[in-house]
């Protein structure tokens, strides 16, 4: 996977993304934002920064500074650049700003944008004890972290009472559909999550295939508070026999994800799985194939 590759199904996903986010959860973290005033908000693994873009497009922002992070310098470049293009489509002054950021600008808004290629735990470390922020967004992000070693640290971050919203965390299915073998298929399930429960980066776990639903007891040890939570399942399906948007090299990238982490796999034939990956992406052609994953948004606030 090149990161091309990568920026591309970024902003593919967008339009998954948009229709997944749970709108309930979405209005109750708007109804806790203060009414007035400039807003400090933080973004762990911003990736090309479609949230931020989000955030302006639904209204949740009308004035403030918000810090996008991400490990790889590529998509904070490209988040930039995208950002740049996408301020002025829609109506928004762009000019420079502090440190090599931006500052968007229309009518009574601004946004003054800062764009940081850390490591986004690193960048966590760094600054606890040192700055808060008053909303902090991780957007398909917890569910590739080790959620109990972590979250402590990201919530030190935020001001007293101040909020999170934690959006698109993996919690246990994957569906394709329509059956190719029912066996296998489940077999394939069932061997991708046990990936998402091995994986290490840099010699700890990151992550599992249940991150989902066992955050609510990870906040609840920390202390936080839940404001609201929900459903945010991405269902991708044809319309006529397109799909819509970019949403079909999405589906082509998550099949070629599922088929490079299993390529190892002990007990998956490999001659069998390359033949249901293909299965797959010619359903993906024909404009057949319904894929379905099961997530959970999460809006709350710190004591």
């Not at 949740?60 to 490209?78: C, H, I, K, N, W």
Request: aromatic content about 10%.
């Amino acid at each position: 996977m090149s990161v091309t590759d990568f920026i591309r199904y970024l902003a593919a996903k967008r339009t998954v993304d948009d229709r997944a986010l749970n709108r309930g959860v979405w209005e109750t973290l708007a109804a806790a934002l203060p009414p007035t005033g400039a807003l400090d908000v933080l973004e762990l693994g911003a990736g090309i920064g479609t949230m931020v873009e989000r955030c302006l497009d639904w209204r949740l922002l009308a004035a403030g500074r918000y810090t996008l992070v991400d490990a790889a310098p590529e998509l904070m470049a490209t988040a930039k650049e995208r950002m740049g293009g996408w301020a002025g489509h829609h109506g928004w002054g762009v000019n420079a700003g502090q440190s090599g950021g931006m500052r968007l600008q229309r009518a009574e808004q601004w946004l003054e944008l800062a764009f940081e290629a850390c490591d986004a735990l690193t960048f966590a470390e760094h600054w606890r004890g040192r700055r808060a922020w008053d909303l902090l967004i991780a957007h398909a992000f917890l569910d590739l972290v080790d959620i109990p070693r972590v979250l402590p640290v990201l919530l030190d971050l935020l001001r007293p009472s101040g909020l999170f919203y934690f959006t698109i965390t993996f919690d246990g299915v994957t569906t394709f559909q329509a059956e190719l073998d029912a066996d296998f298929d489940a077999l394939v399930e069932v061997r991708y999550h046990e990936t998402m429960d091995r994986r290490l980066v840099g010699g700890k776990p990151s992550g599992d295939h249940r991150s989902g639903r066992r955050l609510f007891g990870h906040l609840q040890t920390a202390g936080a508070i839940v404001l609201a939570a929900g459903g945010s399942d991405w269902v991708v399906l044809p319309q006529q026999g397109r799909y819509p948007a970019d949403e079909a090299y999405f589906l082509h990238f998550i099949i070629d994800t599922v088929e490079k982490a299993l390529a190892d796999d002990a007990i998956l034939d490999p001659a069998r799985l390359a033949a249901w990956a293909t299965a797959r992406r010619q359903q993906i052609e024909r404009g057949e194939l319904v894929y379905i994953t099961h997530q959970l948004d999460v809006a709350g606030r710190v004591g």
